[in-house]
């Protein structure tokens, strides 16, 4: 595939607010988990919490978007020059030639949550939303791209992808697709996703969440930590002259079509959406530096997808996951770790697995536990959801 230029990024997480807090605390070593206490009748767990998004507020020409969900999106899109980088993008193209692509997989059902906690009669007696929460757009799969669309002002096609934990990552696909089809010049592409109780106690009633904070591909794990978060990426199509330093070189997307909520036992699918990036990116698997791995630390996910990548990388490769740092942001992973992974393009600062010590006989050299700093030139992210939906993403530099 042609590369496309990624103009401007950003990620918000448990870590804290924008690029500099992810560096710092990927540096540190410096978890953002911590005991749950979300909800009123909290989970025995560790959580990724983002603070303050109960006392914080959209604007007031959007507040009928207002939900826990919108706010933190509405955080994340102010961070790391992103309005600028918006507004320039617009002068160049116009609003209606850029496209908004978003991935989430629970969107505002937060808010419908809290709705049907806080039923009251009408006057004929039936139960209904509360006044402040009789708000249909909040209610719906679109609510946050809706919400994106009326804070950035663009124009061009808008569409929810949700795939599960693979949405945000599929965003870059899509966008990349439509670019090339000549349907946008340009695409917002991201996710957010937050906490709720469907989430917490879904994955607990599946028992995949840990009592323990997470320990991805360590032999004693026992489950995931959940989190939350929000990020995004503008891309555009490429300009040799421009400078873009930064890159998507190739997506492979594939589907296991083998269980809702398990992956495929060899990790077919895995290895076919790694395989088909780096086909599109044309380029041989020992030129990757740094994998961000999907490692969920749940017993199959971790031990499969360490054998996928076994298959296709020479131990040379570096790759870890950074669940320990920010928890697993569901829908929002896929934009966060690709985050991550720009950054060690960048910064030249691969991260480890952080709360990993007793490697799983089924990790081969790629996995490491602690962080290195060297110079790459692509770097790659994994992003498995339920039911089979894969996604893998080759980003690269310039030279």
């Known amino acids: 595939m042609t590369p496309v230029s990624i103009r401007a990024f950003t990620a918000t997480t448990a870590l804290g607010a924008g690029l500099a807090a992810q560096r710092h605390a990927l540096r540190d070593r410096r978890s953002g988990l911590r005991r749950n206490d979300f909800g009123p009748d909290p989970l025995e767990c560790w959580i990724g919490r983002v603070d303050g998004l109960e006392s914080a507020a959209v604007p007031e ?23 600028q980088q918006l507004a320039a993008a617009i002068a160049r193209h116009g609003a209606h030639r850029i496209a908004i692509v978003i991935g989430t997989s629970t969107s505002s059902i937060g808010a419908t949550e ?7 009669p009408d006057a004929e007696g039936v139960p209904q939303f509360p006044a402040d929460l009789q708000r249909a757009r909040i209610h719906s799969p679109h609510s946050l791209g809706e919400f994106v669309q009326q804070a950035t002002g663009l124009r061009g096609p808008c569409v929810t992808v949700a795939t599960a934990c693979s949405s945000s990552a599929k965003v870059f696909a899509q966008a990349a697709r439509w670019i090339s ?88 699918g895995a290895r076919l959406a790694m395989a088909d990036a780096l086909h599109r990116a044309g380029i041989d698997a020992s030129e990757v530096g740094y994998l961000n791995l999907h490692g969920t630390s749940t017993p199959a996910n971790d031990s499969i997808e360490a054998r996928a990548v076994d298959a296709l990388f020479p131990p040379t490769l570096h790759a870890g996951s950074t669940k320990g740092w920010t928890g697993h942001t569901l829908g929002a992973a896929g934009i966060v770790e690709s985050a991550i992974a720009l950054l060690a393009l960048s910064d030249g600062l691969l991260p480890g697995t952080l ?22 030139r692509y770097a790659m992210n994994n992003s498995f959801g339920f039911g089979g939906n894969n996604c893998s993403l080759v980003f690269g530099r310039a030279d």
Do not use: K
Request: hydrophobic share 40%; aromatic share 6%.
């Open 114 to 120: 809290e709705a049907y906690t806080r039923l009251e």
């Open 181 to 268: 089809a000549g349907i946008v010049d340009a695409a917002l592409v991201g996710g957010v996703d937050t906490l709720c109780g469907s989430v917490l106690f879904g994955f607990n009633a599946l028992q995949l969440v840990s009592p323990t904070p997470c320990q991805p591909f360590d032999a004693r794990r026992s489950g995931l930590s959940l989190g939350e978060a929000g990020g995004f990426a503008l891309l555009e199509r490429l300009d040799p002259n421009d400078g873009a330093a930064l890159r998507l070189c190739g997506y492979g997307e594939s589907s296991d079509a083998h269980h809702m909520s398990a992956p495929h036992p060899q990790g077919l």
């Open 355 to 376: 709360n990993s010590e007793v490697r799983d006989d089924a990790c081969g050299e790629q996995i490491h536990f602690e962080n290195a700093q060297r110079s790459i």
């Open 61 to 83: 020409a959007l507040s009928a978007y207002d939900c826990r969900n919108n706010r933190l999106a509405w955080l994340a899109l102010q961070q790391d020059g992103l309005p």
